[in-house]
């Protein structure tokens, strides 16, 4: 099922946050030329893609990370690199591939800058951002951080803090780039099951995954990213098939449902497992006694 560039476009015209027909480069290097996507309103979009196929570079442009040389991001119907920063802040939450930061800063003023862009002159700290605060460290368990430095805590528990700090700022948009990055298996499965949760409450999620096996298994939508362009995109169930997995990764499997949601699950096929008596040692040590 292999979309045009333009299809997106065609098909959702009304969503929130577009990229029309955007050229992407870094430098005199071109990533992408003349990509258009539409990401489904209150939906849980998965970027996936080889490494260096350009997930990350889309996701920057549509968090105005990174300016298309042509084309536009569009947001509510106005250019995305038009509208103030302020403005953008309050409606799209954004975690990083990487992120540094301040050293000495606690986990609880790291997470409390999510509100930032909630303040003004007239509108100074109060009761409704320190419950927002509370509420994104005991969604993402690190309330009993909240005092310690975040240059002494581990990676996993750093990313964690960090998409703390983007739910504090409680937008609709919520843009993540790898986000179980560092995480162990279980903060892998509970991150992911939050997102879910909040998608259910209406936000729109956007993530850019490695593991296609979480993408189909959260996604709404996927979009099949292969040197800068779309592959495929659509439901998992409905694009997820053998001969895309081939085609985007260069990897041979076999598509089986997911005996726990029922979505694809991605079983590589890989390399044959040597038989039984080649990996036994004490087939070696029974051979050398006779």
């Known amino acids: 099922m292999t979309k045009s560039p333009g299809h997106a476009m065609r098909q959702r015209t009304a969503d929130r946050l577009q990229a029309d027909s955007v050229t992407l480069r870094y430098d005199a290097r071109t990533i992408s030329q003349n990509l258009s996507v539409s990401i489904p309103d209150g939906g849980f979009t998965v970027i996936v893609g080889p490494n260096a196929c350009g997930k990350s570079t889309l996701l920057r442009a549509l968090s105005r990370l990174l300016a298309p040389s042509a084309g536009q991001v569009i947001l509510d119907g106005r250019s995305l690199h038009d509208m103030p920063s302020s403005q953008v802040a309050r409606l799209l939450g954004l975690l990083p591939q990487s992120s540094t930061a301040p050293d000495g800063i606690t986990v609880v003023d790291l997470v409390a800058r999510g509100r930032y862009p909630h303040q003004s002159f007239l509108r100074q700290w109060s009761r409704m951002d320190e419950e927002a605060v509370v509420a994104a460290m005991e969604a993402t368990r690190v309330t009993e951080l909240s005092g310690r430095p975040v240059d002494e805590l581990s990676g996993g528990q750093r990313q964690r803090v960090w998409i703390s700090m983007v739910l504090a700022q ?93 979505t694809p699950l991605i079983v590589p096929k890989g390399r044959l497992p040597v038989a039984d008596t080649q990996r036994d040692p004490s087939f070696l040590k029974k051979g050398l006694a006779q």
């Not at 956007?206 to 292969?226: E, F, M, P």
């Open 170 to 262: 409680q937008t609709p948009i919520l843009l993540l780039d790898e986000p179980t990055t560092f995480l162990d298996i279980a903060h892998q499965i509970e991150l992911m099951d939050l997102l879910a949760d909040l998608n259910a409450e209406g936000r729109t999620v956007v993530a850019v995954l490695h593991d296609l096996n979480q993408a189909c298994r959260y996604g709404t939508h996927l979009i099949a990213i292969k040197n800068g362009a779309i592959a495929a995109e659509g439901r998992p169930s409905a694009i997820v098939t053998e001969d895309l997995v081939e085609e985007v990764f260069g990897l041979p499997s076999i598509i089986i449902p997911d005996p726990v949601t029922g």
